[in-house]
DNA sequence: CCCCGAGTGTAGACACCGTCTACCTACTTT
DNA sequence: AAAGTAGGTAGACGGTGTCTACACTCGGGG
């Protein structure tokens, strides 16, 4: 394995085990065993390195998503979306650091690549499911891309709004699974 | 105006102006003249201040909220939920702080409580609406709460999404307002 | 009147961070 | 054998949050 490899594998290990917070270039150094100024010999600098570890996430969440079980249109996205919240609250840190605008390169190729194409998979079960269902809740002919915009917004809110505490302090705190049945519910009914 | 108000006030507009990014305490106590230590004489640290810096925003945002304009319920819950995109739009550096828990103290009386107040002005908004409407599109007997969970949640990813670059790369890049009007068409029919 | 304690600001230090640079070592290629 | 390159090391620089010692300005009790 490549000493480039090596580095993105041990950043993953303490992004997990430790937090975001601790995903510091020194960090990820001391913890694989090398001087501080050995990782900026392989990357040009932490983004482009958290950058490399946040398109592993996508990357993971892309086989999550080539996972599904079999089933008609309708149960594959059902599965997807719960996928992608379960993926958030099992995985907090890698999930933060995939949308940390501050942390990693948004422009880099490989991770536009990997997160396109976790939304390109996610429009196609989208477009799939609309093909077939005849008792249509949204307005019929909406693009599919964009309702998968709008239902994978609606996904992403929820698993950062739980994470984030809660759902809204300490007065009403619904599981995950109970709100994301609601928002099921309003786009599949 | 107390020093600590001035303090909030300095970094509020310094976050406004420069990006979340630039609010450091050495940075907010640069653009209010005083030493680099002079914060601390007021905050326990930079979480407090930055804690006191997004319950303003949380104030803002409730105040959007009491100024809807008179309607139906349902009109009045749509145009809260396009307010609350267009906060988030209009002022993405407030916004973002106001989720980082890496920045903020989330368990800072103040902040809970002004969260919780928007969390709870906007779910007397969908009780209102689901008590009035008879063609209820969700399961009924759902709980009110739980619905405005969900659409917060969704109204929360889109903003998040939008911000966070084009919803998806350059494949496909839908406007808020449009993935917003699927969200609507989806919750609310 | 003096003094002194509380509130506020200052300046320096410390550890940590990302990044740059100079140097070094081992291996491959010609 | 010579040369070049990939990879690692060590030190420095400026920036950051936080702590601590010190100074200055008040208002009220001896």
Redesign the interface.
């Known amino acids: 394995m490549s000493a480039r490899q090596r580095l993105i594998r041990t950043a993953a290990d303490l992004l997990v085990g430790s937090g ?2 601790a995903v510091t270039l020194r960090g990820i150094a001391k913890a694989a065993g090398v001087s501080h100024g050995a990782p900026l010999r392989h990357f040009s600098g932490r983004a482009e390195l958290l950058s490399a570890v946040a398109t592993l996430g996508f990357t993971q969440l892309l086989q999550r998503g080539a996972q599904l079980p079999d089933g008609t249109p309708r149960e594959r996205l059902t599965a997807a979306c719960h996928a992608y919240v379960d993926f958030a609250v099992t995985n907090p840190a890698m999930f933060e650091l995939m ?1 940390r ?2 942390l990693i390169d ?1 422009e880099e190729p490989g991770l ?1 690549a990997a ?2 194409a976790v ?2 998979t996610f ?1 196609e079960l989208v477009r799939l499911d609309r093909a077939e269902a005849d008792d249509d ?3 019929p002919g ?1 693009d599919p ?3 998968a ?14 994470l ?2 809660g ?6 705190a ?1 599981s995950p699974e ?3 049945a ?2 099921l ?3 599949l ?1």
């Not at 994978?152 to 739980?162: N, S, V, Y």
């Not at 759902?167 to 009403?172: E, I, R």
């Open positions: 975001v917070e949308f605008r501050d948004p536009v997160s396109s939304f390109d429009a809740r949204l307005r909406t891309r964009l309702v915009a709008s239902l994978w917004g609606a996904l992403h809110g929820l698993a950062q709004l739980w984030w505490g759902l809204a302090g300490a007065s009403f619904p109970s709100a994301l609601v928002t519910d309003a786009y009914g």
